[in-house]
Every structure is written in C-alpha cells, then in structure tokens.
DNA sequence: ATCCCGAGGG
DNA sequence: CCCTCTGGAT
C-alpha cells in the first residue's frame, strides 16, 4: 500500500474531491438578511438547521430588525423559540445581542470579525458564519464535522478548535474557505460520522490516513 | 443513549 | 478545562 504523502502534496486532490462531491454545499440557514442569519446561528447551537428554519419561518416575518427582538422581550421571545433547545439561554443571548446592535451599530449587524465577537452570545463560530454567509468575507469556522473531519483527513493536528483554524487556513487558499467548510460539514454529516463513519463508501478514502488504518485488514497489523 | 454547524461562566 | 443550558430526532 503506497504511503500518503504530506497533506501540502494531498490538499488540491482533497479540495477537488470534496468539491465534486459536494458541488452545492451551502449554508443550510434560511435568511434574507445578515441579522437574520446572525439570529439563525445563534439559534441552531445544539439544534438541526432543519429545525432552526421551522422556528425561523414563524419568527422571521415578524422582525424588522434588532429592535423587534428588544421590544418583545425575553420570556415571549423564548415561547417562540422553544422548539430549538437552550431556548431560555438563546433568548437572553438574542435579546442582549439586538441591545448590543443597537447601542453600537445603530442596529446594523458589523461586517467585522471583531465587532462580531463583541456581541453578546456571539464566539469565533457565529462570527463565522455571518462574515462568510452573509458578508462573502473568507472566514473559515470550525465547529464540530470541521474538525473532526480535517483531523482524520490528516489535515490538522491541534487540540483546540482555534488552533486547528489556523492550521487549516494556513494551508488551504482563502479563496476556498468558504466552500471547504461547506463541504466539510456535509461530508461529515452524510459521510464522515462522528461514531461510525462510512469510509466504504467514501471517495476521500484513498487520500484519508484515518480511513486506511480504520479499513486495513487486520491481517497486516 | 446519543447527536445536533455553541457560548459563557466557574 | 469542565459544566450548564434544552428539546426533538434517531
């Protein structure tokens, strides 16, 4: 069995395979607008983007902006998004977030990773998904299929969802950020699952370390 | 039982 | 670093 060689040598084969793979991979969030969808993420921590869209079509056309939020409060906000989980935590999150917008940006939702970051119930993952969604600013987020598919593709190394990050955008090209984390996150959902993925089936199985040494035949160790 | 594109607090 | 917040699907 031929060795693989470094991922600098694997990571164009990857990105092709991922992208004929995956060709619509998308943000899976229903919005129209950044504030939406920054309402959305918000929501769908801990909670299929399914089930977040059911919620969000309720609410959504209710809202003109952050001020919506505010004005109708945390407990009635909360009843709305119960279905989503966490929905006490969520409301608060989203209603200190609307004062936040409010307060700093005149409602407007920052195109700016810091600014981002500043808002409350906002972390590096939201931030994220807004600038790139929302804004088309390359961001590369890595949440739970992010990492845990990267790492088995022998693609990054660190611990912590921060340093594999950086990792990951140190050698992937900005330019494909955005898709990359798309179509990570749909491979690791229909493919590449937490508890038994299915390297069987998978086309990245010959560029996947993790993947040979979990098919190897036992024979050979 | 375990999982779902997390964030904040201790 | 660990815990909590939370409900629905599988």
Redesign the pocket.
Known sequence: MPRLGSHRRRLPEILRLLALAYPDAH???DFQTPFELLVA??L??????R?VNMVTSRLFPRLTGPKSLVEMGVDRLAEEI??V?????KAR?LVSLSEDLIRLHGGQVPADRQALEAL????????S?VLANAFAIPAL?V???VFRVSHRLGLASA??PEKTAAELMEIVPPDDWISFH?QL?AH??QVC???SPACATCTLLPLCPDGRRRTASPAVR
């Open positions: 943000c899976e969030l993420t918000v769908s921590a801990q909670c299929t983007d089930r119960r279905d989980g966490l929905f006490r935590a999150a409350a119930g906002v972390g590096k993952k939201t931030a998904v987020a949440d739970t299929h611990k912590s798309h996150i690791g959902r699952h937490a508890r």
